[in-house]
């Protein structure tokens, strides 16, 4: 049964991180997730009105267990098609690459075309080839296979210090991987839940428009950095800015606005397009900036008190578009004026906030048409229907030849969900 939003709405809040500064003027820059919030596994922030997503401190199952030891499969559950991928390509991983024989190769020399000895007759042995004569083409083309199933690069056929460390780490360390991500794609929303809604993946920096059960659209994002990461969590996109401003965050005013002033002079704000507000309450007056001690707010002798806000246009980081998500983290997806970094393979470069490739092609889906401003300044539109919006970190995706692709690690993420998963020794967790 489709759970309708008057039952989301009406539900009581599950999972919720304690809020974080809730009363407190934040800006538009991601606030830091608190570290007593653990993250691998569970969603760090649930909107109060998506109670359906999982129960507090949900415990992760065994997925290895129950697919290979005669377990529940638990598909006939399964939240969507990512996880009957996942599930099938850990089915296909341990055929495949898992059955090779589990040799351990010595640390040494770049292994390729040419080589000879030892650890080459070992390599061949782990993956799967016959004595051969040595390093040859066939091993080459399999060393390559290898490579690029397992996120290596570059994927040139030669056995390095990288491709040898990853053989060593054994398939069933690989296996583990997926039944990670199994879990996080356990968490998503169950088949039939909902009629629509977005999949955020920061793990492979593309955004997925799920219309039913199957994805209509998908499209490239910008995601956080290593260092600002975007957590994962799932809350409901309610409306969207069109001509948005930023909105300076206080402690930005102090370390760069009243700075760059000191510097500059008031013309900084100008050249930037900036106005000054007297307060962050929404009738606020605009202000002349010259009334404002800005000396004393860059030495920390007073606070900033004022809102500061970039005006629309080319020059905002917001771009054209903001689609806002109420949630205690300051996330949300919006345009962007740098348009060349969705060429880039690797577009973990965001201070949190989720960047679209294309908000006209995102607008227009969740609105069902593109939204028309009369106004050269920002103007608010809620959606037709609020949207759920689930933001995961996924590791491995499956490939054209339904098999599976592990990605690398940004975040760290899939080593900290080991211990949870799978507890501080190698063993395999309870299937309970």
């Known amino acids: 049964m489709r759970i309708s939003f008057r039952q989301i709405l009406a ?50 199952r065994n997925w290895l267990a129950r697919l290979f030891n005669g377990g529940d499969d638990n598909r006939r559950n399964a939240p969507n098609v990512i996880f009957t991928d996942l599930a099938d390509g850990l089915q296909q991983y341990r055929s495949t690459w898992g059955s090779l024989p589990q040799v351990k190769i010595p640390a040494g020399p770049a292994l390729k075309p040419g080589s000879t000895g030892k650890r080459v007759a070992l390599l061949r042995t782990r993956l799967g080839l016959g004595p051969g004569n040595g390093f040859d083409q ?7 296979d290898y490579q690029r199933v397992h996120g290596l690069g570059p994927v040139d056929g030669i ?14 360390w690989y296996e583990k991987r997926i039944a990670i991500n199994m879990e996080r794609a356990w968490r998503l929303p169950a ?37 600002t990461k975007t957590p994962m969590m799932a809350v ?22 009243a700075k760059r002033i000191g510097e500059q002079g008031l013309s900084y704000l ?94 227009g889906w969740v609105f069902g048409r593109m939204p028309q401003a009369t106004s050269s300044r920002e103007q608010e539109f ?22 599976l692709r592990f990605l690398p690690d940004v975040y760290g993420w899939d080593s900290l969900a080991m211990p949870q998963m799978f507890g501080g020794t190698n063993q395999i967790a309870s299937t309970s």
């Open 11 to 60: 539900a009581a809040a599950l999972l919720a991180a304690v809020p974080v500064f809730a009363d407190q003027p934040k800006g538009d820059e991601p606030v830091a997730v608190p570290s007593n919030i653990k993250q691998g596994i569970d969603f760090v922030y649930v909107d109060p009105d998506l109670s359906n997503i999982a129960h507090r401190h949900q415990k992760p």
């Open 159 to 172: 056995a390095g210090k990288g491709t040898i460390a990853s053989l060593n780490l054994g398939a069933a």
């Open 138 to 144: 066939e091993l080459s083309q399999r060393v390559s």
């Open 236 to 257: 409901i996109m309610r409306d969207a800015k069109v001509h948005p401003y930023w909105i300076v965050p206080p402690e930005l005013i102090r370390t760069l606005t």
């Open 382 to 403: 809620p959606l037709p229907r609020p949207v759920p919006v689930y933001m995961t970190y996924l590791t491995v995706e499956p490939d054209a030849a339904g098999g």
């Open 270 to 363: 100008d050249s930037f397009h900036y106005e000054v507000l007297a307060n962050w309450s929404p009738s606020a007056p605009i202000i002349d900036p010259k009334t404002v001690p800005w000396k004393a707010i860059a030495t920390g002798k007073a606070q900033p008190t004022v809102l500061v806000r970039q005006l629309p246009g080319p020059w905002n980081s917001m771009g054209d578009m903001k689609f806002e998500m109420p949630n205690d983290y300051g996330i949300y997806l919006h345009d962007t004026p740098h348009k060349e970094l969705f060429a880039q393979d690797e577009r973990h470069l965001s201070n949190g906030c989720v960047r679209l490739s294309d908000y006209r092609r995102f607008a």
């Open 191 to 227: 088949t039939r839940a909902f009629d629509r809604y977005i999949v955020v993946d920061s793990g492979n920096a593309e955004a997925y428009l799920f219309a039913g059960d199957r994805v209509a659209d998908s499209m490239r994002v910008v995601v956080g950095m290593p260092k």
